[in-house]
């Protein structure tokens, strides 16, 4: 079983940004899609960003495109989330996920993943 880490979270500014890291274990990082998916106080967690096991697929939510930009390096088994302009709504718990399979493409839906991290906190202020 993959165990994923993540990294980066803190408190920041709106405006500000940072950039999370997820570390994964074991040789075979780079044969599944992963993803980011985020939990605010009260809400159910959503998507965020997927990319591809080979990095040149990704697609994004709606609400952080033009300002999130998800990377990976398959050879550090690690994938990035750089978040630039945040928002105090961007305030969540966020989580790493792998994908149940290794089917090519980009995931958007938590059911299409197995394997999570214990996620990192951000918060916003305002």
């Known amino acids: 079983q993959v165990q994923l880490v993540e990294s980066g979270g803190g408190l920041v500014q709106a405006g500000g940004s940072l950039r999370l890291s997820c570390a994964a274990s074991g040789r075979t990082f780079g044969a599944y899609t992963m993803g980011w998916f985020r939990q605010a106080p009260g809400k159910e967690r959503e998507f965020v960003a997927t990319i591809s096991r080979g990095g040149g697929s990704i697609d994004y939510a709606d609400s952080v495109k033009d300002r999130f930009t998800i990377s990976r390096d398959n050879a550090k088994n690690t994938m990035y989330l750089q978040m630039n302009s945040l928002k105090p709504e961007d305030t969540a718990v966020y989580y790493c996920?792998?994908?149940?399979?290794?089917?090519?493409?980009?995931?958007?839906?938590?059911?299409?993943?197995?394997?999570w991290g214990q996620g990192t906190q951000v918060t916003v202020s305002s």
């Open positions: 996920a792998r994908a149940r399979s290794t089917y090519y493409g980009t995931k958007k839906y938590e059911n299409e993943y197995d394997s």
